[in-house]
C-alpha cells in the first residue's frame, strides 16, 4: 500500500490522507521513497518531516486529502483523489475516454474538446463552455403536475413566491418575455431537474418531436403547451425558435437549443388586430331581419391581437344593433364583440389604436336593410398609429383596374346599348386590406346609391340592367327620364331631370366584399354637357364629404343626357366629357386636385387645334378676338358671334344622330345635314 508525499510550504505538515477506507499520516522518512508501507499502529500518528517535495511522481490509489494542497511539480492522478483544495499552475486531464457517469466527476471530453462535468442529474453531463443550464435550484423545478420529459420546451414562471418551471406556448405573451429553455433530462412533478438554454440536448425520444421532424429541421414553439412545430409558424404566434434537429438514430435525436424570438416583446404588446391574411380564417355576415352581425370561423377558428394579448375564438361571435338609422362601427375589445353608433373621429381613432375593429355598416331604418357592409378587419402587424393616420389622411385608396368598360358615348338613345357600362376587374387598398373585386358586366347594373332626407340618410336602390335610376322606379314621377339627387329646403330628395339635360353617375370602389363597386346619382340637373363636365369635381367632393366612412374609392364620373325621345329602357344616352373621353377618369388623379387656373392662357400646351375643346355659353365672354378653332371636335351651346362665323370648306361629314350641322364644301355651298344623315343645300332667294 503506497502513500504519497504532498507539502504545505514546502513542509510535511501534519496532512492526514485517507486510502480505501484507511487513515494514514504522511512518512517522516523521505529516503525510504515516495511510496511506503504504513504499519497501522502508527497510521494516526502526526509526523512532521521538513524535507522538500521530490521531484515529478506518479500517484496511484484513491487518495482522498482534507488539507490544501500545494503541488510545486506538475502531478499525474492515475486514480481518483479527491482534494479539497488543490493550489497549482494549471491541471491537465487525460485523454484517454470518457468514464462513466459519476455526479460530481470532470474530465476531458475528446469529441467536443472540452472539460465534461457530471451533474447531480442522472446521467445529465455539462460540456463546459458549449453550453448553458437554468439555475438547477432556485428555477429548475417542475411544478406542473406531471413529468416534464427529456426534449420539452419550457419557460420559467412563479409559483407562490418560488420561482418553477411550465411548459412554454407560443401564444402566452410571457413566454416571449421569460427566460425559455428545453428539460434536458425526465423531470418529475415536485422534483428539480436540468433545463438547457444553449447547447445540446441529447436523446430525445422521436415521438416528442413532430413527424416529418428530420436533421436539420428548426423546432419552433407550438400552441400546444410543451410541443414542437417543424414549420414557421404562419399567423398570430409569437414565433419562437428553439432548436435545430441533429443526429437522429431510430428512436431519438439531439437537439440543439438556441434562443431566437423573431418578434420584439415590446413591439408585440402594442399588436392589435387579424391574422394578416385576415379572409382566410374569419367570415363576416349581417342578417338584416335580426339586425345581428356575425364573425364566423372560416374552419375551426379565428383569433385576433389586441395589444400584445391573443384572443380565439372557436364559435361564432355576435352582437345585435337597435332598429335605429346611421353609421356602426364594429369591434372587439378583451375577447368581446361590440359597436360603436354614429361614432365622432375621435372615438373612430381610439378604436383603431386600442380595439380591434372588424366590420362597418350603415343600417337603413326605414328599409329595415343594411345597404353596406364594410370590411375593417385589419392585420395587427400595422401599428395602430400607423392605421389611424392612414384612415384620416389618405383613406382607402385605388391600386390597379377597375376601369369602365363597354361604353358607348355619344350613341343612340334608342339603344340600351348606349346608356350601360361594366366595369373591370380591379384592386383597392384600405390601409393594409386588399379588395379584389371582380368584374362587373354593362348588362347587369350596379348598386345605386343616394342621399335622402334632413339627415343625409344613405339609400340604395337598383335599375334592372343599368347604373342609373328613373322616375318611375324611383316612384318620384312618370316620364321614364332619370333622376338627380336634389337638395331642396334642407333634405336631400330624387327629383325628374328636365327633359334633354344632363345628370352625372359617380362610380366609387367600396370595402363591400359583396357590392366592391356602386353607383351615385348626381346631385344637379344640368343644361349642357359642358357645366355637367364642370359640376363633376365637386360632386365628388359632396358624395365623399357626406358618405359615412373614409372607404369610398372614386373611379369615374358618366355624364348622361336624359330626353323624351330617346326610346330605351331609362331614356338616356352616355355623353362623353367634351375632352375627348367617354368618361371622367378618377383613377390617377385626386378627385379634388386643387383651385381651376384663372384662365384658359394658364394652360401649357393646349393649342385650340388639338385640344377638343367643350365651349360654355356661360363660359364664352363676349369679345372681338378671332378664334381659329381648326379640326377640332367642339361642343357650343348659344354661341353669339359679333361679326361672322367663318366656315372652313370640307367635304359632307359623318352623321350624328340628334345632331345637325352646317358646312360649305368646295363648291362654295352652303349645306345641313340632319341626324339622319340627309343633306340639304341652303339656298336663299
Not at 174 to 182: G, N, P, R
Not at 294 to 311: H, I, M, R
Request: charged share 20%; glycine share 8%; proline share 4%.
Amino acid at each position: 500500500m503506497g502513500l504519497f508525499r504532498c507539502t504545505v510550504d514546502n513542509q510535511y505538515d501534519g496532512i492526514v490522507g485517507y486510502r480505501k477506507g484507511q487513515v494514514y499520516t504522511f512518512p517522516s522518512n523521505p529516503a525510504v521513497g515516495l511510496f511506503e508501507e504504513i504499519p497501522a499502529d502508527v497510521a494516526d500518528k502526526i509526523i512532521v518531516d521538513e524535507t522538500p517535495m521530490p521531484a515529478h511522481k506518479d500517484l496511484e490509489g484513491d487518495w482522498h486529502v482534507h488539507e490544501p494542497v500545494q503541488f510545486e511539480e506538475p502531478v499525474v492522478f492515475n486514480d481518483d483523489v479527491d482534494i479539497d483544495t488543490i493550489v497549482t499552475d494549471a491541471i491537465e486531464f487525460k485523454d484517454d475516454g470518457l468514464k462513466p457517469w459519476k455526479a460530481g466527476q470532470a474530465q476531458y471530453d475528446h469529441d467536443n474538446g472540452c472539460l465534461l462535468v457530471d451533474t447531480v442529474g442522472d446521467g445529465v453531463r455539462c460540456n463546459v463552455g458549449q453550453e448553458s443550464f437554468l439555475p438547477y435550484d432556485g428555477v429548475a423545478h417542475n411544478l406542473t403536475g406531471s413529468t416534464i420529459v427529456n426534449g420539452t420546451p419550457v419557460l420559467v414562471c412563479s409559483s407562490g413566491s418560488q420561482l418553477c418551471l411550465r411548459l412554454a406556448n407560443a401564444n402566452i405573451q410571457s413566454d416571449a418575455e421569460m427566460a425559455i429553455a428545453v428539460a434536458t433530462e425526465d423531470i418529475p412533478d415536485g422534483s428539480h431537474g436540468y433545463c438547457t438554454t444553449f447547447g445540446l440536448v441529447n436523446d430525445v425520444l422521436l415521438t416528442k418531436l413532430p413527424a416529418t421532424a428530420a436533421t436539420g429541421d428548426t423546432l419552433w414553439i407550438s400552441e400546444t403547451d410543451g410541443e414542437w412545430v417543424n414549420e414557421r409558424p404562419s399567423g398570430g404566434t409569437y414565433r419562437i425558435a428553439m432548436a435545430v434537429v441533429g443526429e437522429t438514430s431510430a428512436t431519438t435525436a439531439n437537439l440543439f437549443v438556441r434562443y431566437a424570438q423573431l418578434t420584439d416583446p415590446a413591439d408585440i404588446k402594442r399588436s392589435t388586430g387579424f391574422p394578416t391574411q385576415n379572409a382566410s380564417t374569419s367570415t363576416l355576415s349581417f342578417d338584416d331581419a335580426t339586425r345581428t352581425l356575425s364573425v364566423a370561423p372560416s374552419a375551426t377558428e379565428f383569433y385576433v391581437w389586441q395589444l400584445g394579448n391573443k384572443y380565439v375564438f372557436d364559435s361564432t361571435q355576435t352582437v345585435q344593433i337597435p332598429d335605429t338609422e346611421g353609421l356602426y362601427y364594429f369591434y372587439f375589445d378583451e375577447g368581446v364583440l361590440n359597436y360603436l353608433y354614429n361614432p365622432t373621429d375621435g372615438q373612430v381613432d381610439n378604436a383603431i389604436r386600442n380595439t380591434v375593429l372588424c366590420a362597418q355598416l350603415y343600417w337603413d331604418a326605414t328599409n329595415d336593410e343594411a345597404v353596406l357592409l364594410g370590411n375593417e378587419r385589419h392585420g395587427h402587424v400595422m401599428s395602430g398609429d400607423t392605421h389611424a393616420y392612414l384612415h384620416f389622411t389618405r383613406g382607402a385608396q385605388w391600386i390597379s383596374g377597375a376601369a369602365m368598360s363597354n361604353v358607348i358615348a355619344d350613341g343612340s338613345g334608342n339603344n340600351d346599348t348606349s346608356a350601360q357600362f361594366g366595369v373591370t376587374a380591379g384592386v383597392s387598398a384600405d390601409e393594409d386590406v386588399i379588395h379584389i373585386a371582380m368584374a362587373k358586366a354593362s348588362t347587369v347594373g350596379l348598386p345605386i346609391f343616394y342621399l335622402d332626407g334632413s339627415g343625409a340618410n344613405l339609400r340604395r336602390t337598383t335599375e334592372a340592367g343599368y347604373s342609373v335610376l328613373t322616375d318611375v322606379t324611383a316612384g318620384v314621377g312618370v316620364t321614364g327620364r332619370l333622376v338627380w339627387n336634389e337638395f331642396t329646403g334642407g333634405a336631400w330628395q330624387l327629383s325628374t331631370i328636365t327633359n334633354s339635360d344632363f345628370v352625372l353617375c359617380h362610380v366609387f370602389f367600396t370595402n363591400d366584399t359583396e357590392q366592391p363597386f356602386i353607383a351615385f346619382i348626381g346631385q344637379n340637373d344640368y343644361g349642357n354637357r359642358g357645366a355637367a363636365r364642370a359640376g363633376a369635381d365637386s360632386e365628388i367632393s359632396t358624395i365623399l364629404t357626406a358618405y359615412p366612412g373614409q372607404e369610398l374609392v372614386p373611379l369615374a364620373t358618366l355624364i348622361y343626357q336624359s330626353r323624351d325621345t330617346y326610346s330605351n329602357d331609362v331614356a338616356a344616352r352616355v355623353i362623353s366629357d367634351g375632352d375627348g373621353n367617354d368618361y371622367v377618369d378618377w383613377r390617377k388623379n385626386e378627385a379634388e386636385p386643387g383651385a381651376a387656373p384663372s384662365s384658359h392662357a394658364n394652360l401649357a400646351n393646349l393649342e385650340w387645334s388639338s385640344a377638343n375643346h367643350t365651349i360654355d355659353a356661360d363660359l364664352l365672354p363676349d369679345t372681338d378676338a378671332t378664334h381659329d378653332l381648326g379640326s377640332a371636335a367642339a361642343s357650343w351651346q348659344d354661341v353669339r358671334v359679333s361679326r361672322a362665323a367663318v366656315l372652313r370648306e370640307t367635304t359632307t361629314p359623318t352623321a350624328e344622330t340628334n345632331y345637325g350641322k352646317i358646312y360649305t364644301k368646295s363648291d362654295n355651298k352652303l349645306y345641313f345635314q340632319d341626324g339622319a344623315g340627309t343633306e340639304h343645300e341652303i339656298a336663299f332667294a
